[in-house]
T-cell receptor, first 116, second 115 residues
Framework: AQKITQTQPGMFVQEKEAVTLDCTYD???????LFWYKQPSSGEMIFLIY??????QNATEGRYSLNFQKARKSANLVISASQLGDSAMYFC?????????????FGKGTKLSVIP | GAGVSQSPRYKVAKRGQDVALRCDPI?????LFWYQQALGQGPEFLTY????????KSGLPSDRFFAERPEGSVSTLKIQRTQQEDSAVYLC?????????????FGQGTRLTVV
């Protein structure tokens, strides 16, 4: 089974500044991946970024990047140049393959508020 | 449509009433998942379909919960004799292929309130 820990219930960041959202995970899988999703107040989970455990370089998607440290089982999301529209809940998730369904195990999330 | 569509967006049910929640996945997506998201929590897995086959229902909290996907596209999550603890947002997600670490696309969810 997996366990995902997001230790920051809420974060504030000034517009145009960078922010790091923490995520640590515990998995028994040898090969695994890690997803970050954004959930605005509308409710939809929006995919942001993914990295596989055997990827050599940290993933980057536009203003989003992953700071993946396998030895520490940490995969922090870095958002550069924050925008007001970045205010939302952010969830870290790892696929669980034990039942063959690749269901996602989510953390409890971090609420990010961008201040103008 | 282009994305995953869920209906209704909001549902208020009296305790003991049966409800049915619908999910229209992205056309051609083989995998379909249902998740339950309680207030202030991350989504938790309920059940998984590969086409019309329900391969994993380990997350369904009780035998009052039932899901189907008879033709391998639209799926319905049914909750019988609703209880207050069933109040949550129910999210549906689909992905193109089975296995691996492919991106799952989520709908906007159905917010169920049991009164």
């Amino acid at each position: 089974a997996q366990k995902i820990t997001q230790t920051q219930p809420g974060m504030f960041v000034q517009e145009k500044e960078a922010v790091t959202l923490d995520c640590t995970y515990d998995t028994s899988d040898q090969s695994y991946g890690l997803f970050w999703y954004k959930q605005p107040s509308s409710g939809e989970m929006i995919f942001l970024i993914y990295q596989g455990s055997y990827d050599e370089q940290n993933a980057t998607e536009g203003r989003y990047s992953l700071n993946f440290q396998k030895a520490r089982k940490s995969a922090n999301l870095v958002i550069s140049a924050s925008q007001l529209g970045d205010s939302a809940m952010y969830f870290c998730a790892v696929p669980y393959s034990g039942a063959g369904s690749y269901q996602l195990t989510f953390g409890k999330g971090t609420k990010l508020s961008v201040i103008p | 449509g282009a994305g995953v569509s869920q209906s209704p967006r909001y549902k208020v049910a009296k305790r003991g009433q049966d409800v049915a929640l619908r999910c229209d996945p992205i056309s051609g997506h083989v995998s379909l998942f249902w998740y339950q998201q309680a207030l202030g929590q991350g989504p938790e897995f309920l059940t998984y379909f590969q086409n019309e086959a329900q391969l994993d229902k380990s997350g369904l909290p009780s035998d009052r919960f039932f899901a189907e996907r008879p033709e391998g596209s639209v799926s319905t999550l049914k909750i019988q004799r609703t209880q207050q603890e069933d109040s949550a947002v129910y999210l549906c997600a689909s992905s193109l292929i089975t296995g691996g670490y492919t991106e799952a696309f989520f709908g906007q969810g159905t917010r169920l309130t049991v009164v």
